[in-house]
């Protein structure tokens, strides 16, 4: 059943990508449990806690294609437990007396958590190459249009020119940002799990430690300092530069899906033949990659809320924090690394429309150099009245519905100090790019 949209037939590419969820299949999440109850036999065999041979066996039935997920599922419903089913699964297929070494000294969440940093481990490798190709084309525009000289705006309104090269590069700064944060995360969040029960390792003894060790340097995973069960920083972490990292795709493909309105029509994402706008307006080309990146942005700043609640835990184990990092680290993770795909699929096939950055340069008369105006008469009035002169200018433009180059040469505060060239020259967006 694919009652959610991740795995819809239907809306699933808008959701996710088949990486994300293949990686997060339930037959994956079963292979990351299996892979740390078989690295967990092999450290406890190198200790001399397990019998050699019983390690060889458990690594033998560690490979999820060899159970029934049905029968799986089925099993954890009747016992209201996800991983005692899987266990006696796992001894089952075992033979001789290796089944009874299964999960030896681990409690649940040993296996769960770990499995889950494995996965998480998996994902950032895909949102790290998938950040990296939308860095690529971000620079590309960078330099490619670094003497492009279209409107800035704030507020919605017309502000000061600049280049979409430097818009570009303003976009490139913060996704080389998020690879920084991205790197320094992962040695902090990719750590495993093996302390027993309540975390004190009891059920091992000594041995502990070098079982941890050797179980996590078998699974390329780092070894914590302390237990961590009721500790969940970790995954609100790891929600959070998703969050961070996906709001980027939303902040980029909102500007996309802003400059290609029909009044401005500076930028036009892929519109490829037989992409449909509308059921009734056929005219309309609709940005509808970039606004499903908008939507999958709103949707991984939501899963934030639900991961810092996690961080509140009762106790040395809280089952709720648990359940909800079961829904949301598959979700968030499909969501993150959709939107950077789509995102990628944007900015490669981006048209960017300079006949129009330059006709909107001229949409205000000449008011987008209102401040080039007014630092130049301010050398003869002082910034204060200079802003005065230039502000009365450009509201009579407005009211007159004529240019502020005609309105300047009628004020004879301007006159006296300024001609017509020279006016000219300081309404040359080309030379007010910084």
């Known amino acids: 059943m694919d009652a959610h949209v991740i795995d819809s037939a239907l809306f ?37 806690l397990v019998p050699e041979e019983a390690a060889r066996e458990i ?47 681990a409690t649940t969440q040993d296996i769960t958590d770990t499995g889950n940093v494995l996965l998480m481990k998996g994902s950032l490798e895909l949102i790290g190459t998938a950040l990296e190709a939308v860095t690529g ?164 700043r939501a899963t934030v809320v639900s991961a810092l609640d996690g961080v509140v835990c009762e106790n040395e184990r809280d089952w709720t924090a648990l359940q909800s990092e079961r829904e949301f680290l598959a979700r968030l993770s499909c969501h993150a690394h959709a939107a950077l795909v789509q995102t990628h699929h944007v900015l490669e096939g981006l048209s960017v429309r300079t006949g129009n950055m330059r006709r909107n340069l001229e949409l205000t008369g000449g008011m987008l150099l209102s401040e080039a105006v007014m630092l130049a008469l301010g050398q003869k009035l002082g910034r204060q009245d200079a802003h005065d002169v230039v502000y009365d200018a450009c509201m009579k433009a407005f009211e007159t519905e004529t240019t502020m180059k005609t309105a300047l040469l009628g004020d004879p505060r301007v006159t006296e100090h300024f001609d017509e060239a020279a006016i000219d020259a300081l309404i040359n967006p080309e030379a007010y790019t910084g």
């Not at 419903?77 to 001789?96: D, S």
């Open 12 to 48: 699933r590419n808008d959701f996710s990508t088949g990486k994300t969820r293949a990686l997060w299949s339930a037959r994956a999440v079963l292979q990351s449990w299996l892979d740390v109850e078989a690295a967990l036999a092999r450290a406890e065999a190198a200790a001399g």
């Open 59 to 105: 690594t033998r039935v560690a490979d999820a294609a060899l159970y029934d997920l049905d029968a799986l599922r089925e099993e954890m419903e009747r016992t209201a437990h996800p991983i005692v089913p899987v266990v006696r699964a796992m001894a089952a297929l075992c033979t001789g007396e290796a089944g009874g070494w299964v999960h030896w000294g």
């Open 137 to 300: 084309e971000v620079r590309r525009l960078a330099v490619e249009h670094r003497d492009t000289v279209m409107a800035g705006r704030t507020h919605g309104q017309q502000a000061l020119p600049l280049t979409f090269g430097f818009k570009a590069a303003v976009w490139l700064d913060e996704l080389q940002r998020h690879a920084v944060r991205l790197a320094e995360a992962r040695p902090r969040l990719l750590v495993g799990q093996f302390a027993g029960a309540v975390g004190t390792m009891a059920s091992i003894g000594e041995a502990g430690p070098q079982i941890q060790r050797a179980m996590m340097q078998d699974l390329g995973l780092g070894v914590p300092a302390i237990c961590w069960q009721a500790s969940r920083d970790r995954m609100a972490e790891y929600a959070f530069l998703l969050a961070l990292v996906t709001g980027s795709m939303g902040h980029i493909a909102r500007e996309v899906a802003c400059l290609q309105r029909s009044e401005i029509a500076e930028l036009e994402e892929p519109n490829p033949k037989g992409k449909v706008g509308s059921s009734t307006m056929p005219h309309k080309r609709n940005p509808h990659t970039s606004e499903n990146v908008g939507a999958l942005a709103r949707l991984t």
